[in-house]
C-alpha cells in the first residue's frame, strides 16, 4: 500500500514542483529564505515559525533552498504523516486500516496541502503522533509531542485539550470525581506545562497570531464552524444515504434528538455570517470563498 501511495505522491509532485508558489506559499518561501541566511525577521505569517525554521535548516543540509526543494522536504513530512495515521487506525479499527488510511492520504480538505510549502501537515504529523500515544497510553511523549505541534500551529492547543480529556476517558470513562481528575493532571504534567506556556505566549505576544494579527482575532468564527458541517455534508454523504433508514428511524424512535437536531440547524441557519475579509475575494479563484458567498447571498 505505501509503495502506490509513495508513486502516487511521486507523480503529483512532479505535475505539483514547477507550480508558482501558491497563496501563502509566497509569505512562507520568503520565510524560509530568510531564516537560511540566519535572518530572523518575520515575514507575515500568521503560525509559529518553527515549521520554516526546520525546512530552512534542512535547506542548509541539502544545500538546496529551491521552492521545489522545499515542497520535496515538506512533502516527506506529509507522508510519515500518513504513516502515523496508518499506525493509529491499526489500533482503532485493525480490519479497515487500510481503507482508511488510504481515506486519509487523499482527503480533499487536506491532499493537496501535502505536495505544498503550508504548516498544516507538518503540524498535523505531530498532533497524530502525540495522539498515538495517548493510545498508547504514554503520558509524557504525548504531552511533549502534543507541546511540539502546537509550537508549530498555534490552533492545536484544542488538540492538547482532546488528547487530555481522552487520556482520561481511556483510563476512567465519563466517571468524573477530585481524586480522579487530581491524580490525572498530576500524570498530565507536560499537558498543564504546554497549556501554561501557550498562556505566556498568548500574553507575551497580545494575541494568538504571530503576525497579521488584526485578520486572526482569538475567537470563534460560526462561519467556520458552518462551512466545516458543509464539508462533513459532501465528505460523508454516501454514508449518510446508506444510512437513510437508519437515521429516519433513529428520528422517529428519538423525539428529542429530532428536535435537538431542529434547534442546531436554526441556530447556524440564522447565526452564519459571512464577514471575515478573507473570505470576501477571488470569488473565482477560492472556491471555498465562492461557496460561503453563494450560500451567504441566498441565505439572507
Not at 213 to 233: E, R
Request: hydrophobic share 55%.
Amino acid at each position: 500500500m505505501f509503495i502506490s501511495l509513495a508513486i502516487a505522491f511521486l507523480v503529483i509532485f512532479i505535475y505539483l514542483k514547477r507550480t508558482p508558489a501558491l497563496v501563502d506559499e509566497h509569505d512562507g518561501y520568503k520565510q524560509i529564505l530568510r531564516f537560511s541566511v540566519f535572518d530572523w525577521q518575520l515575514e507575515k505569517i500568521s503560525a509559529m515559525p518553527t515549521y520554516y525554521f526546520v525546512l530552512a535548516m534542512s535547506s542548509k543540509i541539502i544545500q538546496n533552498d529551491t521552492l521545489g526543494a522545499m515542497r520535496a522536504l515538506s512533502l516527506c513530512f506529509s507522508f510519515f504523516s500518513v504513516f502515523v495515521f496508518y499506525l493509529i487506525a491499526k489500533i482503532l479499527s485493525p480490519q479497515n486500516s487500510f481503507i482508511k488510511t488510504i481515506q486519509f492520504a487523499f482527503l480533499p480538505i487536506l491532499h493537496i496541502f501535502f505536495f505544498l510549502v503550508y504548516t498544516e501537515p507538518f503540524s498535523l504529523l505531530f498532533t497524530l503522533l502525540s495522539f498515538y500515544f495517548a493510545l498508547k497510553k504514554n503520558f509524557s511523549a504525548s504531552g511533549f509531542l502534543g507541546i511540539i505541534s502546537t509550537a508549530i500551529r498555534q490552533n492545536n492547543i484544542m488538540w492538547m485539550g482532546f488528547t487530555l480529556l481522552f487520556l482520561y476517558v481511556q483510563e476512567h470513562g465519563f466517571k468524573f470525581n477530585k481524586s480522579l481528575v487530581l491524580a490525572h493532571l498530576k500524570k498530565s504534567w507536560l499537558f498543564i506545562l504546554g497549556f501554561v506556556l501557550f498562556a505566556v505566549f498568548v500574553y507575551l505576544n497580545g494575541g494568538i497570531a504571530i503576525g497579521d494579527a488584526k485578520m486572526h482575532p482569538g475567537n470563534l468564527s460560526i462561519g467556520n464552524i458552518v462551512f466545516a458541517l458543509f464539508t462533513f455534508t459532501i465528505l460523508f454523504l454516501p454514508l449518510a444515504l446508506a444510512e437513510t433508514r437508519s437515521i429516519v428511524k433513529g428520528f422517529v424512535q428519538d423525539k428529542l434528538f429530532l428536535l435537538f437536531t431542529i434547534v442546531c440547524l436554526g441556530i447556524f441557519w440564522f447565526l452564519f455570517n459571512n464577514n471575515h475579509p478573507y473570505n470576501l475575494i477571488d470569488y473565482d479563484y477560492f472556491v471555498r470563498n465562492n461557496l460561503m458567498h453563494f450560500f451567504y447571498r441566498h441565505l439572507h
